[in-house]
């Protein structure tokens, strides 16, 4: 089984590769929504957190409070680094089991959809990795309508995002977004089959 992770910055149109795989009956595991899950009330690493970064981060309710977190490991590379520490090797535990589980159903191709892989643990879970890459207007234009900020918000934002020429350098595949969906999507379509083609003779 080959596992591919898919990746790119916020606005590039993941969202459609991801969902164009997923419609295809491939097994898709979500590293943006385990690095959720694992932080819901009554997770064992909400007190390892608070330990860390102030209980403060714990609301009344037992609610994490990502924005107070966010501000707090993000001011420092520590704080960055011990955030990392406490959270990937859940992450990847969750991504690992979800791959076992595709294997042992006989799949021969399994995707990690991750807006940030490329320079985590996750790399090493991916065989290949897949780079969905648009233009930093178009992308500005997207983030901004999907989360009604201003453009200039919506740059500053990707500004601080890893460089799509760093992701592009790790790249298996890249495919640009520069026209419309449907493009990108049949584009989607045609690396699903070569790579499930590549995974049967494995």
């Known amino acids: 089984m080959m596992t591919l992770g898919i990746t790119g910055r916020s606005g590039c149109g993941k969202s459609t590769v ?8 491939i097994p898709l595991a979500d590293a943006d929504r385990l690095s959720r899950e694992i932080l819901l009330p009554g997770s064992p690493l909400l007190s390892r957190l608070a330990e860390r970064f102030g209980a403060d981060i714990i609301k009344e309710d ?11 490991a993000f001011a420092t590379p520590e704080g960055k680094a011990a955030l990392d520490a406490l959270t990937h090797p859940e992450i990847v535990r969750r991504i690992r089991a979800a791959k076992q589980a595709a294997q042992q159903a006989g799949a021969k191709l399994f995707v990690l959809d991750g807006a940030v892989i490329i320079g985590t643990a996750a790399e ?18 997207r983030i ?5 900020i201003s453009p200039e918000m919506a740059a500053r934002r990707l500004n601080a995002q890893t460089p799509e020429a760093v992701l592009t350098a790790r790249a298996d595949y890249i495919l640009p977004n520069t026209s419309t969906r449907e493009a990108l999507a049949k584009a989607a379509n045609e690396l699903c089959d070569a790579l499930i083609g590549e995974g049967g003779r494995d």
Not at 18 to 25: D, I, P, Y
Not at 144 to 148: F, L, S
């Open 62 to 72: 037992g609610t994490l409070d990502r924005r107070l977190l966010a501000d707090r």
């Open 18 to 25: 991801t969902a164009v795989f997923a419609a295809r009956g």
């Open 124 to 141: 090493a879970e991916c065989d290949k990795l897949c780079v969905v890459t648009a233009p930093f207007e178009v992308s500005v234009e």
């Open 144 to 148: 901004a309508a999907r989360d009604g």
